[in-house]
Each structure stands twice: as C-alpha cells, then as structure tokens.
C-alpha cells in the first residue's frame, strides 16, 4: 500500500503564492514519477505538472512559467510552488505518484487533494 498525503493548500488573493507539498508512504521501493493535477468545480481533472526519479521536468502550458515542480527523494515528496496566482488557478490540487513497491509490483497511487483558492 501506498498513501499520499497533500498539505499546502489555502486562500490566497490574485498575484499571491503558495507551495503545496506531496508525501508518500507506505511500502515503497522506488518512484519513478510525481505529478501535480488539478480540477476546478465542474471540469475534467488536468495534469499540471510532472517530475521523474531523475529530476526532469515538464509542465501544462497554462502554467509554465510560474509554476515549479520539484521532489526530495529522501523524503519521499514532491512540492509545487506556485507562483503570481491567478482566479483562474482556483481548483483541488491532487498528487499523484507512480513506481514500484517492496515486492515489485507496480503502483499508481493518488492523494486525497488540497483546495487552493484564488481570490479576484
């Protein structure tokens, strides 16, 4: 089994910034990748942004630019820093990772989201 568990998550006006976190547990090998998606009320689920084992990263055009993924892998997590937030931003952040557990199965896990809201 493994548990993710977002924090961060918060008010914040336009133009302001806030870091949302990602920590996995439970039986873990290896990770390959954690990701950032997120869904505003009465829309799809949107990947956001991304980070492999390696560190490499990619990122929703809507994004680019003020956001930044990145992980620490010691600790199992993997943060977003958002940056110039904007109304439109306002949506449950969800993490999710990806990888391999102590007995080699894969897995595909996803936390339970943070609420980020944007005010105008």
């Known amino acids: 089994q493994v548990q993710l568990v977002e924090s961060g998550g918060d008010l914040v006006q336009a133009g302001g910034s806030l870091r949302l976190s990602c920590a996995a547990s439970?039986?873990?090998?290896?990770?390959?990748?954690m990701d950032w998606y997120r869904q505003a009320p009465g829309k799809q689920r949107e990947w956001v942004a991304g980070?492999?084992?390696?560190?490499?990263?990619s990122y929703a055009d809507s994004i680019k630019g003020r956001f930044t993924i990145s992980r620490d892998n010691g600790k199992k997590t993997v943060y977003l820093q958002m940056n110039n937030l904007k109304p439109e931003d306002t949506a449950v952040y969800y993490c999710?990772?990806?990888?391999?557990?102590?007995?080699?199965?894969?897995?595909?896990?996803w936390g339970q989201g943070t609420q980020v809201t944007v005010s105008s």
């Open positions: 439970g039986s873990i090998f290896r990770i390959e990748s």
């Open positions: 999710n990772a990806r990888g391999l557990t102590t007995l080699i199965v894969q897995f595909d896990s």
């Open positions: 980070i492999t084992r390696i560190g490499t990263t």
